[in-house]
């Protein structure tokens, strides 16, 4: 069988958690692996027997000309550089999100796809989770109507805010609710209005509300917040709720995941995102991999991302971050 070459930049955790979902799909091989930092490709080649490792994404294009996909897997305000080298090099692109903190350089992205002819996929990876797409496949079945208003909750543990404050709330967190909202209201936004809270002062507020309205009338409200205390040992606290015109769509994950109660505490174990369970690797980021790595072998379309939405998702993220810090509505 031929195997889909794979490359990844941008070994930090989470492009590690797309080598182990790589490693779990028999059509793909991870051919080769890029990261700045020398300790991350210690780890790719001790731990998970990558031969092939680079310091610097151009060198790794010049020497792998069999990969044809690559995942950009850098630090969020870092995705720019690594998607148009691989675009350019006749690679496609699979680019985590935000696919930028900038509207324009995802513009540059769109027009470099197009220029090369190679796909850039959006890691919008909850349209691969099974309650996420449940709900959007209960919208299009018409089974609740029209949407008329969407109510996206995510929390984080605080603790992990010491890292993720290095990137603006709306783009570490509510851009997956904005790409899930413009996916179920199946609308641009037009307008915005958005309220943030810094607890401790930083740039990035802990607390994010956005208001938005959609060209075809349905209504939104998303809320993103860093708050939920580490010693609570509740891991994800998100929620959905689609009120269409003849019904509703919801879920609350905050009670009803899996917990372990130790003597260290309460415990959640997440097993939709990417978990491993009898020494495999489970949850949507491998069927996102999957789906995106199957398109490209076989000559498929990516229809189920949208980087057009994903592009709409960072204009509706920078009018949400001048609302907050202007207190007035912004329309689009
Ligand atoms: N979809 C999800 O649910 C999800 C979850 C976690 C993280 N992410 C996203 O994944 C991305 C990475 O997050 P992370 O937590 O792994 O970050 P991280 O800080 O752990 O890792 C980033 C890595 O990129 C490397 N890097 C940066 N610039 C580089 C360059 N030009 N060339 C080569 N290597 C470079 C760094 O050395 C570092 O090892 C972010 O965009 C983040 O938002 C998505």
Redesign the pocket.
Known sequence: MKKLKVGI???????LSHLEAYGQLPFAEVAAV????PE?LHIAREQYRVSNVYSD?EAMLAGEPDIELISV????R??L??TLLALRAGKHVIV???VTTVPEEAEQMLAASREYGRYVIP?H?LRFEPKYAEIKQIIADGRIGKPVSIYLKRSRENGLFATYRR?HTVY?LMI?DLDQAIWYADSKVKKVYATGCSVTGEESPEVLWAQLQFENGTVAVLHSNWMTPDAAGIAINDCTEVIGETGIAHFDTSLAGVQSWTGAGRGTTDVS?HHRQRGRVIGC?ADQLNYVGQCILYGRAPTAVSFEDALHGVEVADAIVRSSRQGKEIVL
Do not use: F, M
């Not at 890029?34 to 930092?37: I, L, S, T, W």
């Not at 897997?73 to 969020?76: H, L």
């Open positions: 930049i941008g070994l930090g955790s989470w492009g890029c990261d700045a930092n991350r994404a897997v850098t630090y969020e870092n995705h550089q690594p985590e999100k935000p890691g990876l990137t570490e997956h995102i980021l």
